[in-house]
């Protein structure tokens, strides 16, 4: 019942800090006049957490701190649904070259950000 808790309170905070990102990213590019059919916040949420992921499991964490941060926190910041459906959008749009290289791109780049993470982990650990 503990980890269904520190679970559920990490969600919490990984989905606020979710949204929190993705509405700042989204700001700054109308702001700065950028529109792109990319979903950039998305891919930007996904490989920062990806780089969060590795490092976390890269540390000698308890059992409990693992819960809360790397199945909750970051499992509710981080978000392949939405980058499924982003994804899918594109291609029902027929923006095909876009949506291939939103699929792409993500994948390739949080599976790169997760073993930087991961080796910049076991660097601190020692």
């Known amino acids: 019942m503990t980890n269904l808790i520190l679970a559920g309170l990490g969600g919490c905070v990984g989905a606020m800090a979710r949204v929190g990102l993705s509405g700042a990213i989204a700001r700054a590019m109308d702001r700065a006049g950028f529109w792109s059919a990319f979903p ?12 969060l992921i590795g490092f976390l499991l890269a540390l000698n964490l308890t059992q409990s701190l693992r819960v809360f941060f790397v199945a909750g926190a970051l499992g509710g910041f981080t978000t392949f649904s939405t980058f499924s459906y982003d994804t ?3 291609l029902l749009a027929r923006e095909f070259a876009i949506g291939v290289l939103n699929a792409v791109l993500s994948v390739c780049v949080c599976m790169l950000f997760c073993y930087a993470g991961l080796l910049a982990g076991r660097a601190l650990a020692g």
Request: glycine content about 6%; charged content about 0%; some cysteine.
């Open 40 to 51: 950039i916040a998305t891919f930007c949420v996904n490989a920062l957490g990806s780089l």
């Open 88 to 90: 899918l959008q594109l």
